[in-house]
């Protein structure tokens, strides 16, 4: 009876090897930087001193970079694109594959066929037997699609995006229309993902919701159903207050002026209270996610609060400090 794999870091360094040329490609051509896909903003949403009534604030950033060699090469490149994306996909599965203790193959139908045996992944993906079935599902109908770009002529590139279809055996399958935006989403998904199963990136809670609703993006391609994901949005929301107590804050108005914010959209926020005497800020406490999403009115009862001391930011307008400003 074979072990079950342990994908220990020697695997890990495996997985890195194989998959490194194919990675910093794309890495390059997208510009995926952990940094760049989950930014840190100011804080997004203020409520003043002795003010129940928020104050939204929208912050956004333009690159420019003059002679830039993307766009060009996105516009003219996206078979090269897809074909290393699968093949970064392609080398994922193998390598689950041969941790599992199924022999290398360069016949993808054999690999298709040991995927259907339901080998474990990486705890990452096998903890999420959603991931586990739509990585499967986007192996299947991409495999072909690849055969297509490499060895026949039935797809068209233009501007960035495809339009290809199965051409194995010489029969013509469904035509996908793949557009520059989804196969963006989709290099993006397969890189991070790699990231995720290495340890690189931690897969927290909103990357999570983030990798849901790229894949419910994705549904053509993986072609099952919609996971039902909100974009996620993630903001910080910081409240002035007056007194000695900073877990004097009613949380369920803060999400409820939030959920009428961004109707559309899934979201969650870290909370920064500032503390604030005869005008002037004096302490700063920070609280994730993590803490204020189970919490409810009696919060202050189970909540350490010198544990989320931080520093005062630099960033005061003297109007949030001044209880007589409209």
């Not at 694109?81 to 689950?96: A, G, P, R, Y």
Request: some cysteine.
């Amino acid at each position: 009876m074979t072990p079950p794999p342990i994908f220990d870091a020697n695997s890990l360094i495996k997985l890195a090897e194989r998959t490194e040329y194919e990675t910093w490609l794309l890495e390059a051509v997208y510009a995926i930087i952990q940094q760049e896909l989950f930014p840190s903003w100011p804080d997004g949403v203020i409520y003043p001193v002795g003010k129940s009534k928020a104050q939204f604030f929208v912050h956004g950033r333009i690159n420019a970079i003059i002679g830039d060699w993307r766009p060009g090469f996105l516009n003219a490149g996206a078979p090269l694109v897809f074909v290393s994306t699968f093949k970064l996909l392609d080398m994922l599965i193998e390598w689950i594959l041969e941790e599992n203790g199924i022999p290398s193959t360069f016949s993808f139908h054999q690999k298709l066929q040991h995927l259907k045996g339901s080998p474990i992944f990486p705890p990452v993906i096998e903890s999420r037997t959603w991931l586990k079935e739509r990585l499967t599902g986007l192996y299947s109908t991409l495999e072909p699609l690849r055969g297509t770009i490499i060895h026949d002529k039935h797809f068209t590139a233009t501007d960035g995006s495809i339009r290809v279809a199965s051409s194995k055996k010489g029969v013509i399958g469904p035509l996908f229309e793949i557009s520059a935006s989804s196969l963006r989403k989709l290099a993006v998904t397969i890189v991070s993902l790699l990231k995720y199963v290495d340890g690189t990136w931690h897969l927290d809670g909103f990357r999570e919701k983030i990798l849901r609703h790229d894949l419910d993006e994705l549904a053509a391609l993986h072609r099952l159903p919609l996971l039902g994901q909100k974009p996620p949005f993630h903001t910080c929301v910081r409240v002035y207050l007056s007194g000695s107590d900073p877990l004097l804050i009613d949380l369920m108005s803060i999400r409820s002026d939030l959920a009428a914010r961004y109707v559309n959209q899934d979201c969650s926020f870290d909370l920064r209270v500032l503390m604030v005497r005869d005008e002037n800020v004096v302490e700063a406490y920070l609280f994730p996610w993590s803490v204020c999403a189970g919490q409810g009115a009696d919060w202050n009862r189970i909540i350490n609060v010198q544990r989320y001391r931080t520093a005062i930011p630099e960033d005061i307008q003297i109007e949030h400090l001044r209880t007589n400003v409209g």
